[in-house]
């Protein structure tokens, strides 16, 4: 049985509860255990951090050159807190109250409730590394709105908020670093997770530098790999996000839950040709003030500047007056779908809508609408080559981020004993939709204030370095990891990794991407177990084992993503209601909305791997709300 | 609508090919066939890497991840300039329509001594981790921060410190110092941490001890080219340089036999 380990007491009480009942590790002993973090993006970074400043020792592993590059570092458009900066009635239960509803009702009060209670020392915390926040003339912070709330409660570095958070992360690892308490392992890949008797004492990875397969062990495993996303091959995750060490977690033991809850971004640059390697993000503050539109007649091709206001059909301020362009990002996906479908989109393609600055340039001045959004629309330029001061932009849904993940109970342990998940690589805090600026809080809620809290508590229980390297485990892994290698580079077929990576990315997005049906999906699970068979008959990888090989790499991830795409399938088909990212055709209301089943659907799906070729086994955890009242969710 | 249409041309690519650190290099030559205007400079590369990879030859590697100028990873020099011709722009996002049919382009990695060359271009840039490490941050610990509010900060200011921090590590100022100096990357960071009353505690040491891990790693010291300013893909001003000068010499005077 599942047991999300959830503290007694009144909401606003449990984490206060769970953290004076925890058991605390002696500062003496802290210095005696060895935690690996996988991972170095907001929750790996700022989890590090925090880690070694109490005591523990740390090591850190990157895929990238530099930990200062993981994906979080492209995230544009704010971090949310519950601080009422802006007196517009905003409050911890508000903002609770926002991410379980704008998640659909499909994740767990309890850490929905901490992730807002902490929200308010993530910007503190961030204000005194030096983050550089946007401020108002007097001098104190500036916020602005996002997607699915009607407070202003976004904390922003202008359209880099990511990249300023991660580097004050990264800039307090560097400390622990230079202090001897994290060591750093970069250019490392994460190839399989060491479990012995139950518990996860380490990983094998491999060197992406000189090809070796490396052998860590811990006391315990930190997970910060991020979502898998790039399961759809284009999307606004960067080229090296995979599902390969969520994946490999899964397959030794540890439950996956909700595979299917993925995000499609509604605002991102629309496809323009086969050799696309990824799809840019226009973050989603521009919602604030650009408008959403289609024209009315489909098939208009005129330009936009000669479609007169009448036949323009501004569709979400007419579909949602109280929302109006910022309903949360899966009503705004599925709308712009919606209008494309009925012929109605536009650019070369017709798959685009418009997004509109001309009224708020009239309203505000060209200067104003500069500074608030200046590099976000000269980014725009450069990659389409028109001014979105003079034209609109045009936008369509991407795949961006994944609610699902590892399954996580309240202290972030997965079912497995040792191995932590945070930020984006569980699936706690967002429910079936995440609302917009609330990845990154999440990321530095875990890293910085809840898993240093409750990792104590594991290892407060454990006995140091019980296991070390050279237990038969590791060798083993490392031999498969190894085979592994050796099995793509010996195929010899015809077919390149990324070829194919596109034919599975094609096949869920159709099937499995912005809106399903159980025909679709039945098909979808054919047509990549075929695609596996292809894969492994007749791929071409270049190179060797022992040498940099980015080929090599990619081939790996996109095996991984071959045998997880399924499992995406799989839950969708499983849950025959529609929730948030998850629209199932055959279950939505009159006005094509979203329709819960909360009589049967009002649960986590946690799915335990069976071995190859089987299908894997289902758990449930039961959501309970006992806080908030469930409702259809209506942004009308 | 698009200033101009996209369309298919061809080019003669000269790409430094270096199997490992230790192994003498060379320019190779590649035929890009029917690359459209619309592609980034990367996805060019992956055109080309497909065709390599079929053929059984090795793929040029080169290091990119995030494909939309943020993450730092990418960075070649393209034509004798650093993420190519086009300003303000990091090789990710620099377009093939800035390109025209028949030319002739030839690529670099970034050459330092402090970078060493990985695999064709791709560089170890651990370097700028290391000095980062040595005091490009705050020395506070995760909780007991006072409220976000507490200390007002002029927006003129926090701008300031905003325009130094959007450096995104890349290393194309020092691949186009003569002197190889990483005094832009180093000035950005302390100027942002200096200009904040948060970071202005530790100005004096962090100038010191990032500058001294700079000199000892093997970057070159500025003699005021200006290269690094032209060539940064974020804009980042020699401004900043002259900050991280006064910051040093002052805690120069003050710590005479160096600080530790």
Known sequence: MLDSKIPEGPLEKKWDNYKFNVKLVNPANKRKFNVIVVGTGLAGASASASMAELGYNVKTFCIQDSPRRAHSIAAQGGINAAKNYQNDGDSVKRLFYDTIKGGDFRAREANVYRLAQVSNNIIDQCVAQGIPFAREYGGLLANRSFGGAQVSRTFYARGQTGQQLLLGAYGAMSRQIQAGKVKLYTRREMRDLVVVDGKARGIVVRNLVTGEIEKYAADAVVMATGGYGNAFFLSTNAMACNVSAAHKAYKKGAFFSNPCYTQIHPTCIPVHGDYQSKLTLMSESLRNDGRVWVPKEAGDKRKPEDIPEGERDYFLERKYPSFGNLVPRDVASRNAKEQCDAGKGVGETGFAVYLDFRDAIARDGRDSIEKKYGNLFQMYERITAADPYTTPMMIYPASHYTMGGLWVDYSLQSTLKGLFVIGEANFSDHGANRLGASALMQGLADGYFILPYTIGGYLAGAKPGEVDESHPEFSKSAKEVEELYAKLLSIDGDRTCDDIHKELGKILWDYCGMARNEAGLLKAKEMIADLRKEFWTNLKVAGTMDQFNQNLENAARVADFLEFGELMVTDALFRKESCGGHFNEESQTEENEAKRDDENFCCVSAWGYRGEGEEPELHREELAFENVELSQRSYK | ?260
């Open chain 2, 1 to 260: 609508m698009s200033a101009n249409a996209s369309k298919l041309i061809n080019l003669t690519l000269k790409v430094w090919r270096q199997k490992g650190p230790d192994v003498k290099g060379g320019l190779e030559t590649y035929e890009a066939k029917d690359i459209s205007t619309d592609m980034s400079f990367l996805e060019m590369f992956d055109v080309v890497n497909e065709g390599l990879i079929l053929e059984g030859k090795d793929p040029i590697s080169f290091d990119h991840d995030c494909r939309e100028g943020i993450c730092g990873a990418c960075g070649a020099v393209v034509n004798g300039r650093a993420h190519g011709p086009e300003e303000g722009t990091t090789l990710c996002q620099l377009h093939m329509r800035h390109f025209d049919d028949g030319d002739v382009v030839v690529v670099e990695p970034w050459r330092s001594k402090a970078f060493k060359i990985v695999k064709d271009l791709v560089v170890d840039r651990s370097a700028l981790d290391k000095i980062i490490q040595a005091g490009g941050y705050i020395s506070v610990n995760t909780g007991g921060a006072p409220d976000a509010n507490a200390i007002p900060i002029a927006q003129e200011v926090s701008d300031l410190a905003m325009d130094a921090a959007s450096c995104i590590g890349c290393g194309a100022c020092v691949a186009s110092c003569p002197n190889a100096s990483a005094m832009l990357f180093v000035g950005a960071k302390v100027s942002q941490l200096k200009l904040l009353p948060q970071g202005d505690i530790e100005s004096a040491k962090r100038a010191v001890t990032m500058v001294e891990t700079m000199d000892s790693l093997g970057f070159g010291n500025c003699t005021n080219e200006g290269e690094c300013e032209v060539e940064c893909p974020k804009g980042i001003s020699i401004t900043n340089i002259a900050r991280l000068n006064r910051s040093y010499f002052k805690a120069r005077s003050l710590f005479k036999k160096g600080v530790n």
